[in-house]
């Protein structure tokens, strides 16, 4: 079984082909997500919100990341498995070092951060060392408090601006995949054509590479289900055929829709 890699999804991107993202937090959904021919998996510190019942991403802590990583790993066979490093763990050179490799050892092919060209140097400094990068802009969770909430970022032409600069900065430093979250959808789209990776849409319109939903959002059980998210489960037999739902309506450009995106 060929597993999925950096490459292989920016070959899909070159040939225009949309992929799916979805989040795992234990071996057993990542089995399911797997099974059901998910290209990424991400282990999201959105864990905080789904799993530990705090209101923000802010209190996961690095071991928390790691214990969840490697129980994802255990239930993954071909998708590539990305790993949040969570809020305060990337603030230096050495810490961001040392938290990426140990969420690498255990059982990551890539680790996430959010933030703009504040980030180059660090994903310069882990590129060189094997350790590749996912970028995140827009509504960057961990920063909720100085956004001043979970608001829609790059609505006026400064800010969409801003946004693009940093993607590419991002992608010039290393950066193999970029998340971007909550913008107007014609932003996610100059973004995926301003980028040659991929670009990872999560309420970013229907325009961009690839989708990404957390994992209870689309089963419909969290306790607030963004405006972004689609209920899965609720026209599937089972949690399989909703996943399955979900990445083919991802790769034939089905989802999102209109009333998932933002203008």
Same mark, same amino acid.
């Given at each position: 079984?060929?597993?999925?890699?950096?490459?292989?999804?920016?070959?899909?991107?070159?040939?225009?082909?949309?992929?799916?993202?979805?989040?795992?937090? /234990?071996?057993?959904?990542?089995?399911?997500? /797997?099974?059901? &021919?998910?290209?990424?998996?991400?282990?999201?510190?959105?864990?905080?919100?789904?799993?530990?019942? =705090?209101?923000?991403?802010?209190?996961?802590?690095?071991?928390?990341?790691?214990? =969840? #990583?490697?129980?994802?790993?255990?239930? #993954?066979?071909?998708?590539? !498995?990305?790993?949040?490093?969570?809020?305060?763990?990337?603030? #230096?050179?050495?810490?961001?070092?040392?938290? $990426? #490799?140990?969420?690498?050892?255990?059982?990551? =092919?890539?680790?996430?951060?959010?933030?703009?060209?504040?980030?180059?140097?660090?994903?310069?400094?882990?590129?060189? @060392? &094997? !350790? %590749?990068?996912?970028? =995140?802009?827009?509504?960057?969770?961990?920063?909720?408090? +100085?956004? &001043?909430?979970?608001?829609?970022?790059? @609505?006026?032409?400064?800010?969409?601006?801003?946004? !693009? +600069?940093?993607?590419?900065?991002?992608?010039?430093?290393?950066?193999?995949?970029?998340?971007?979250?909550?913008? %107007?959808?014609?932003?996610?789209?100059?973004?995926?054509?301003?980028? +040659?990776?991929?670009?990872?849409? !999560?309420?970013?319109? %229907?325009?961009?590479?690839?989708?990404?939903?957390?994992?209870?959002?689309?089963?419909?059980?969290?306790?607030?289900?963004?405006?972004?998210?689609?209920?899965?489960?609720? /026209?599937?037999? /089972?949690?399989?055929? $909703?996943?399955?739902?979900?990445?083919?309506?991802?790769?034939?450009?089905?989802?999102? &829709? %209109?009333?998932?995106?933002?203008?």
């Amino acid at each position: 079984m060929n597993k999925i890699s950096p490459q292989s999804l920016a070959a899909k991107k070159a040939k225009g082909e949309k992929f799916a993202v979805l989040t795992a937090y /234990d071996a057993t959904f990542a089995r399911v997500v /797997d099974e059901a &021919g998910i290209d990424v998996i991400l282990v999201g510190d959105s864990l905080g919100n789904v799993l530990q019942g =705090h209101t923000s991403t802010l209190p996961v802590s690095v071991e928390d990341m790691c214990y =969840h #990583t490697a129980c994802v790993d255990r239930g #993954t066979e071909k998708a590539l !498995i990305v790993a949040d490093l969570p809020f305060g763990s990337y603030n #230096t050179i050495d810490d961001t070092l040392s938290n $990426a #490799t140990a969420l690498m050892q255990s059982g990551a =092919h890539m680790v996430k951060l959010e933030g703009g060209q504040w980030l180059c140097e660090s994903i310069r400094l882990l590129t060189e @060392r &094997g !350790i %590749p990068v996912c970028g =995140h802009l827009g509504l960057t969770p961990q920063s909720v408090n +100085t956004l &001043g909430g979970f608001k829609v970022q790059g @609505r006026d032409e400064a800010g969409a601006r801003r946004i !693009i +600069t940093d993607a590419k900065a991002l992608e010039d430093a290393g950066a193999s995949l970029l998340v971007v979250e909550c913008v %107007p959808t014609e932003l996610g789209q100059r973004l995926s054509e301003a980028l +040659t990776i991929p670009v990872i849409g !999560i309420g970013a319109g %229907p325009q961009t590479d690839a989708q990404v939903l957390v994992l209870h959002d689309l089963l419909g059980i969290s306790r607030r289900i963004p405006k972004f998210v689609k209920n899965f489960l609720a /026209d599937a037999p /089972d949690i399989a055929t $909703a996943l399955e739902n979900y990445r083919v309506a991802v790769e034939q450009g089905e989802f999102p &829709g %209109p009333e998932h995106s933002f203008d």
